[in-house]
């Protein structure tokens, strides 16, 4: 079986986010691992003026290796939002440590940066357990338990659900 194929002969993603993908640069066995190792220490050498600092873990420096540095600029009018432009580099979240570790203790795990969207400037962030969230002026966001399920959340315009503190 070819590796970017499913059991039902259908791609991985679904046909905006394989085309969002490719046109972007991305193609099945991606792996920048050098990229992301970079990411990685950076982001575990920062420490903020007030002695916040990044956790980095396993699901992000994986997302980092196969995603990392892309730039998707999806077309088509999106399913109930705009789809979103994307730039996936965990650097923008470089002087966030505080917020997403305030993000990961109310979640309970640990929470690293994935990307940007570039029009909202909304943070992408990664959990340790691999799910997707975003982080804007008018709250907390789920995008999907993993990345491939935040990308085709974010591509396809689908609407995410609000964090809640209840």
């Known amino acids: 079986m070819h590796p970017d194929r499913t059991k039902t002969g259908t791609t991985r993603f679904p046909v905006p986010v394989d085309a969002a993908l490719r046109d972007a640069g991305w193609q099945p066995g991606r792996w920048d691992i050098k990229q992301a190792e970079y990411w990685a220490d950076t982001l575990r050498g920062h420490t903020s003026p007030?002695?916040?600092?990044?956790?980095?873990?396993?699901?992000?420096?994986?997302?980092?290796?196969?995603?990392?540095?892309?730039?998707?600029?999806?077309?088509?009018?999106?399913?109930?939002?705009?789809?979103?432009?994307?730039?996936?580099?965990?650097?923008?979240?470089?002087?966030?440590?505080?917020?997403?570790?305030?993000?990961?203790?109310?979640l309970d795990t640990e929470v690293c940066p994935l990307g940007t969207e570039?029009?909202?400037?909304?943070?992408l962030a990664i959990d340790t357990h691999g799910r997707v969230y975003a982080l804007d002026h008018t709250g907390d966001w789920y995008l999907g338990p993993d990345i491939d399920h935040a990308l085709g959340a974010l591509v396809n315009g689908t609407e995410p659900a609000r964090l809640s503190t209840v």
């Open 50 to 106: 007030a002695g916040h600092r990044h956790t980095v873990f396993p699901a992000a420096v994986e997302a980092w290796a196969e995603f990392g540095g892309l730039t998707l600029t999806p077309t088509g009018p999106g399913r109930q939002i705009a789809p979103a432009t994307l730039h996936l580099d965990p650097l923008h979240g470089l002087h966030l440590a505080r917020t997403l570790g305030d993000l990961g203790r109310a």
């Open 118 to 123: 570039t029009d909202t400037q909304a943070l």
